[in-house]
């Protein structure tokens, strides 16, 4: 690829997204009103099991799956309107969200038909959560110098090894670790596989790593002759770097990847009085028509994926600019509040709530799912510079 070709055409949007966006904006007010949806206090994704099951009710988990496996056979698009409006209202939706983006895609696509079978409704039902064990101590960035090593054992795997960093472990169901199942000379890459373990299984220890915020949404995972039967492998034997790589376009060019501090914008924008000053004017038009364009640019990447491409490069250019968009809000928010006379009716205090937290979890938008720097990287070698 050189720079010349990559080329982002800007999808336009069905009249059924349109309508599903009505329909979410329906059921958010709904939620709204019987007091089921508070006001965000926190930035990041909450987790719900509740509200992860409402979601479920409506069919918006798995909503692109084949209904064989309990999805809805919705495109790509409509997903991505469903999830914008979310996240745009700080809907808790972490329960389901990685089952849904990542390990479920993972599972239709390289997955045995049992494992679909098993996994994919459940999903779907809004009954599992699932986390990701990539990151280890030593092995962050350079994921394949990775030690979790998978020995072949009669009817299945034993599992020796440490992740950490793993969001949502201590509520996951499953964990679908990348470990060492073989030494293939000459490659790195080679001889890496996904396999699935239930997180109650004999072996595993969860425990707790605090985050800035003081808050317990990491883990370290410690595997210790921990037996995986041989249907928790996914896909083929070795062939988990080709998988993982398939996994990170989902994971870095969604809404996700530059709505994280929008409520600070939204909200600010309620508690701004009557004399706000040029300058925040000027400041807000900025960021919001940012926004714009990377929204512009987020949803050319989900058309490609709806398309069946695999656009890494692509995606790496959203979660870099988003990811910074996502910081920079924090920033202009905090110094815009200093410099107004904010309405005071309960809002502002609000406000001030979620910046605190914004403040202490902005610098993880630039580490999680790949750091900036990696992206970079990618950008480089995938447009020829490297
Ligand atoms: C909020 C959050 C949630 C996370 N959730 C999960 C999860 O659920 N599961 C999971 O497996 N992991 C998770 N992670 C871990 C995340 O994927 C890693 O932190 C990330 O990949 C970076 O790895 P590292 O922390 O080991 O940093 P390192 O790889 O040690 O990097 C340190 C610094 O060096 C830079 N650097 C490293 N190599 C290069 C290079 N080649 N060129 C230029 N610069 C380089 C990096 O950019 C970074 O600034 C999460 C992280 C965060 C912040």
Redesign the pocket.
Known sequence: MSATNLKLELPQLTPEAEHLRQEVRAFLAEERTSGRLPPAEKI?LGFDRDMTRRIAARGWIGLTWPKQYGGKERSALERYVMNEELLAAAVPVGAHW?ADRQSGPVLLKFGTEEQKQFFLPKIAAGDLTF?????E???????ASLKTRAEKVPGGWRVNGR???????HRAHYIIV?ARTSTVEGSRHAGISQIIIDVTTPGVTISPVW?MAGEH??NEVLFEDVFVPDDGLVGQEGNGWNQVSAELAYERSGPERWLSSFRLIAELIDVLGPDTRTATLEELGRLTSHLLSLRQLSLSVASMIQQGKSPNVEASIVKDLGTKFEQETVRVVRNIISSEDLVSDGKAERLQKLLYHALTYA??FT????????L??IIAKGIGLR
Not at 131 to 135: E, K, P, V
Not at 137 to 143: K, M, W
Request: aromatic letters at 6%; one cysteine or more; glycine letters at 16%.
């Open positions: 990041g990685v986390c990701i064990g990539m990151s101590p030593e092995s962050g960035s350079d994921l992740k950490i960093w793993t969001t949502n472990a990348l985050s949404d990491f610098p993880a580490i999680r799912g790949g750091t900036n720097e990696i970079r990287g």
